[in-house]
């Protein structure tokens, strides 16, 4: 362990690595306030918000969304995928909260508050959904190098090195601003958005209206939404961006920062996201048959024809960075979450020996999803379909135990939840309880019209 003595050279004062790291930047922290650089304040304390809200737009939303756009063109998906965005930026908002007051981890929070029952509960609700999620990243990745020509050993293994690299830097604020450059890639579908040469009339008409559902309720348009919430709204997110926040040492005067964080990312997450969606509706238009593509590569090469070369390319791009970025902030979440758990050290900030069960957790994670990715043959589409949809029923008791952490003064202080956010929440969780309700009933009774 890296010490560093203080003023008074006693055991007392005497500091780890980690310690320094984050003083050091809550000190530059504390200049540009005193100073009045709001912007400089800003950039400093952004990063936690942007990247949970990018690092959701991955590989499995990707594909949900370039299955929308196929699926139903521009109309009803367009307002809805705004909407899921505001819940999303409800959701993390309060979590930036619970950090900023608690300076706990979600995990090690919903153990102290509610005993091991109930956090082994959220943990195993965290982990199934993480390891399938991260399986689904690097199908991306194998899918963004499949157009390029790569095999799928050779892009698996790029993916892998690429988390492992960003594991090195063992600094936080290295760290962040890496993804964060990374996931500006997520931008790459808003110029493919434009080659499609789109209708400006036929978007205001969408999101004036909600545009027209052709075909109905059906079980394709149930397990749709349900993607698109699941694209949006995730329990890895709140464990993230809680941890996220704690350790890059955010305290209640930053809050303000905090909250624009997260909603320059719920934004710029939102736009890319309407871009992929309009990107792919040409194969809607061309009434492609979406259900023989094995993977996002098909979506790339279906693609040529309406958004060229260049445009397929970078949607085939777009894809490796959802993958990249969304396996190593998953990755991630799991290692604080498990750290938690068992009251081991995590951070960023940490070096291996230190912080060996904190970075082997990730790397056994990643190298695990990578595997599995390269077993032949096997549904990749669906796979990435099916975990987002699952994610969405995963969801209702993780916002559950946040509501009620939010909610407990003792913790929260003057930050605890007011009426509105909580109505807000509330609503939250009773529109994913009903989207997963009727899921089952057109699953169980497929012929049903709701």
Known sequence: MARVDGPGGGAGSE????????????????????????????WLLAGPGVLVMLGENDGPSMVSYATTGASYGVGFFVPFILLTFAMAYVVQEMTVRLGVATHRGHAELIFQRFGPFWGYFAMA????????????????????????????????????????????????????RSLLVLALGNLLFIPAALLAHPSGAALVHALAT???????VTVGFVVLLLADVGATVTPWMIFFQQSAVVDKGLTGADLA????????????????????????????????????????????????????????????????????????????SSSYALAETISARHSMNLDFHAGRLFYGAAIV???????????????????????????????APALLFLLLLVNDREIMGGLANGRLA?????????????????????????????
């Not at 399938?132 to 790029?158: D, K, M």
């Not at 909600?210 to 109905?216: C, D, I, V, Y």
């Not at 509706?281 to 958004?307: K, N």
């Not at 990643?366 to 969801?395: F, Y």
Request: hydrophobic share 55%.
């Open 257 to 332: 920062q905090g909250r624009m964080d997260t909603a320059i990312g719920a934004v710029v997450a939102a736009v890319a996201a309407i871009a992929t969606v309009i990107a792919t509706a040409p194969l809607y238009a061309a009434h492609a048959d979406i259900s023989q593509f094995a993977s996002g590569a098909d979506f790339a090469t279906a693609l040529q024809p309406y958004l060229g070369h260049a445009g397929a390319a970078l949607f085939a791009l777009g894809m490796t960075e959802a993958g990249l970025v969304a396996a190593m902030t998953i990755s991630t």
């Open 125 to 176: 609700d965290l982990v199934f959904g993480n390891v399938l999620t991260l399986v689904t990243e690097f199908i991306a990745i194998q899918a963004g190098g499949l157009y390029f020509g790569f095999s799928p050993v050779v892009s698996v293994a790029g993916g892998v090195a690429v988390v492992f690299a960003s594991l090195a830097l063992r600094r936080y604020a290295t760290w962040e």
């Open 365 to 395: 994670s990643t190298l695990a999803a990578a595997g599995i990715v390269l077993i032949p043959h096997a549904p990749l589409l669906a796979m990435t379909l099916s975990v987002n949809v699952i994610a969405t029923l995963l969801m």
């Open 210 to 216: 909600w545009g027209p559902l052709p075909g109905g």
């Open 15 to 42: 500091f780890t690595r980690e310690d320094v790291l984050r003083a050091r930047d809550r000190l530059k922290v504390q200049k540009s306030r005193s100073q009045g650089r709001w912007l400089r304040l800003l």
């Open 422 to 450: 909580n109505i807000a929440g509330g609503a939250i969780v009773v529109g994913i309880a009903l989207a997963g309700a009727v899921y089952g009933v057109v699953i169980v009774f497929p012929g049903i019209s709701l």
